[in-house]
């Protein structure tokens, strides 16, 4: 029989498993996403600040592992033992949204994909391709309500399936790259507009975070480790490694096509710069590429969407339905609400000009609430000394870290604007009635004095949220 100690994972395995959970979908969007936004400079200069923020929030779920281990049920724990259940609530309902609305994403991707080909998909969101990602949707229900679980050789098929393209992506395009056109995109808007620099980097401030979704999961590997310092390790050089091939990405990008030419790519736009470069057979091997790539996240991200509801509901902070698991066990009712939400937010995307765009920001704007709790739980520990009673050496570093996190975590709010603000609401505030449910079954009191105040803040952001749909202030 072997022990614990065989099971622990080398340096370079740990590595491994961090830039596999932060390279999915997304990377593939990147290109056109940027071109919309801004020029090389922008581009640069998010990436810059990207990098840096994120990685601070790498550090944050670390400590956060190292300081609070009996915190394990998930980001959404540091958000209710810093701030009380109902933010609690909150930041889990927040993360399982952003879950969900990522999925959405990767069937609008597949749709479009495919629709260079069969143009009754078009762009993922008409109303063919709607009708069929729902079969696929709920396909994947019962399979995995059969209790198919994300087996290891998926995940080696699924992580070769998204390198493999992107590193050949990156090759060929240093191979192909024109420096007339590379020049001309320097500038997102006039050349030496430096007013308008910060509107475009604000504008990319999504798109980053939706790349880098998984982050947080750095921290779990910890128990997996031969060597503690080995996950501090890891979670750089993944980090690194990461960033550096989705900077290398966007900006070579701009070394193929003119701005304006990139900005109307379909997605995934990285198969469109293929194809500028080498001819067609570059779109359709990015396209397989995406396909396999993308159905495999969405297996891993439909679990794990339904998980965290399941162990919420285990921890008393859903209602104890969704913690009810089938004969398999699969937590049945938990999957059932991902995949009712799915289906809600892809029909939805009917209404939307850029579906692709717009599930990716909502998803984004969604994971930025446990994101920014998670920050602000740190930071309240540094400014409590709270853990660091008999060893004090690592305070200053961590309030560092804390402060930038969190400073972070507020811009990217700030950059989201008030629409995916709002839209958020929209989603937030009904799904109260799952904490309403659960308080009851406890018989505990509903809400503390500054918890109705938020529940108030909720409502009324979910109702200006509607008229502005309604009104066509807020578009989709």
């Excluded at 622990?8 to 919309?36: C, D, E, H, Y």
């Excluded at 609070?68 to 609690?88: C, I, N, T």
Aim: proline residues 3%; charged residues 10%; hydrophobic residues 55%.
């Amino acid at each position: 029989m072997s022990n614990a100690g065989d099971q622990k994972l080398p340096l370079w395995t740990l590595t491994a498993m961090v830039v596999g959970g932060m390279v999915g979908a997304g990377v593939f969007s990147i290109p056109r996403n940027f071109a919309q936004a801004t020029g090389i400079y922008g581009a640069l200069i998010a990436w810059a600040v990207a990098g840096a923020g994120m990685l601070m929030l790498g550090f944050v779920f670390q400590t956060l592992a190292n300081r609070k281990p009996d915190l394990d049920a998930g980001v959404y724990a540091y958000a209710r033992e810093g701030f009380g259940p109902y933010v609690g609530f909150f930041s889990a309902f927040g993360y399982w949204a952003s879950a969900c609305v990522g999925n959405v994403s990767y069937w609008i991707l597949i749709k479009s994909t495919l629709g260079a080909l069969f143009p009754a998909l078009g762009q993922g969101n008409t109303v063919t391709a709607i009708a069929l990602s729902s079969v696929g949707v709920w396909a994947f229900h019962f399979l995995v309500l059969r209790g198919v679980k994300e087996a290891a050789a998926i995940n080696k098929i699924v992580t070769i399936a998204k390198l493999i393209p992107l590193l050949l992506f990156v090759v060929l395009s240093i191979f192909f790259f024109k420096p007339d056109v590379f020049v001309g995109n320097l500038w997102g808007g006039a050349s030496g507009d430096y007013g308008n620099l910060f509107a475009q980097i604000k504008a990319t401030m999504l798109v980053t975070v939706f790349v880098f979704l998984g982050i947080e999961g750095a921290s779990n590997y910890s128990r997996f480790a031969q060597r503690r310092e080995d996950v501090g390790i890891a979670t750089v050089t993944g980090f690194l490694a990461v960033l550096a091939l989705f900077a290398s990405v966007s900006i070579l990008a701009y070394g193929i096509l003119p701005r304006e030419e990139l900005a109307q790519l379909r997605q995934p736009s990285v198969g469109g710069v293929l194809e500028a470069a080498v001819g067609h057979w570059g779109a359709i091997f990015i396209g397989i590429g995406v396909i396999i790539s993308v159905l495999g996240a969405y297996l891993a991200w439909t679990l794990m969407a339904a998980e965290v509801l399941s162990v919420a509901a285990k921890r008393q902070d859903m209602p104890a339905f969704l913690a009810r698991e089938n004969a398999n066990q699969v937590p049945s009712m938990a999957l059932l609400m991902s995949t009712l939400l799915v289906q809600v937010v892809l029909i939805a995307t009917l209404f939307s000009d850029d579906a692709f765009t717009f599930a990716l920001s909502l998803c984004s704007h969604l994971s930025l609430i446990p994101y920014f709790l998670s920050a602000a739980f740190a930071l309240m520990l540094v400014y409590r000394k709270e853990t660091y009673e008999t060893d004090p050496s690592d305070l200053r570093k961590d309030t560092i870290i804390a402060v930038l996190a969190t400073a972070y975590t507020i811009f990217l709010l700030f950059a989201g604007g008030m629409k995916f603000l709002l839209l958020g609401f929209i989603i937030y505030a009904p799904g109260t009635i799952l904490y309403f449910i659960t308080r009851r079954e406890l018989n505990k009191q509903l809400f503390t004095p500054a918890e109705w105040v938020l529940f108030g803040v909720a409502v009324v952001g979910c109702v200006v949220g509607i008229h502005g749909l309604a009104t066509g202030y807020i578009s989709i």
